[in-house]
């Protein structure tokens, strides 16, 4: 499945989704909801910020663990930053949503993704062994 | 007669503390904060101004550019 088939499935079976977009560590956005392309990048960009600052927060003596998921709860809404291997979706919801279930939803989509059939490289063919043996010829004597 | 007067008391009683319960586990939820889950398992949970402004600043940035 694709970036956008995976956002539009989100939308279809989260009522509670407002927005989303994938993207990668380093800004690359794979798919979003937003129609302007800007917009998705500035997203993606906060997001990363918003994970870089909150993978910060873990005390230095609890040592180090990778990030999995977070959800910033607002008046105005949440948003929900949740990562599966190098791909994050970050998306934004209405006030006091079902966190759990977003949370799965989410993690849902980005799963879909790494299920997509990546297309495969072909194997370059098999190198023919040189004769070692005298050449067999069809000239008769 | 006593009895009753004693059961109603209790009923009462519990009562108060359910509802007093749910609504502070509702103000609770109603707060900003923000729940940061690690690989681990384990769970931060930001309700304090100090540390938790900062990321609530850009969630709200995440939001207005959301729409």
Redesign the interface.
């Known amino acids: 499945m694709d970036a956008a088939a995976a956002l539009a499935r989100l939308r279809e079976i989260s009522s509670q989704v407002r927005s989303a977009v994938i993207f990668e560590r380093g800004g690359k956005v794979i798919g979003s909801t937003f129609a302007d392309e800007q917009r998705a990048k500035d997203v993606a960009g906060e997001a990363e910020a918003l994970l870089t600052e909150a993978e910060g927060q873990r005390g230095a003596a609890d040592g180090p663990a990778e990030f999995a998921q977070l959800e910033v709860a607002l008046h105005g809404g949440s948003v929900f930053v949740v990562r599966d291997g190098d791909r994050l979706i970050a998306a934004t919801t209405q006030p006091e949503p079902t966190v759990g279930l977003v949370f799965y939803d989410l993690k849902s989509s980005l799963r879909d993704l790494d299920t997509a059939p990546t297309p495969k490289k072909r194997a370059a063919p098999a190198r023919r062994k040189p004769p070692t043996g005298a050449k067999k010829t069809d000239a008769k004597p | 007669m006593r009895s009753r007067n004693v059961l109603t008391g209790v009923f009462l009683g519990a009562g108060s503390v359910a509802g007093t319960l749910l609504f502070r586990r509702r103000l609770a939820?109603?707060?900003?904060?923000?729940?940061?889950?690690?690989?681990?398992g384990?769970m931060?949970s930001?309700a304090r101004p100090a540390?938790a402004d900062?990321?609530?600043r850009?969630?709200?940035?995440?939001?207005e550019?959301?729409?």
């Not at chain 2, 939820?29 to 681990?40: K, L, P």
């Open positions: 939820r109603r707060r900003e904060r923000v729940d940061v889950y690690f690989g681990d384990s931060v930001l540390d900062p990321l609530l850009r969630a709200r940035r995440i939001l550019l959301a729409g």
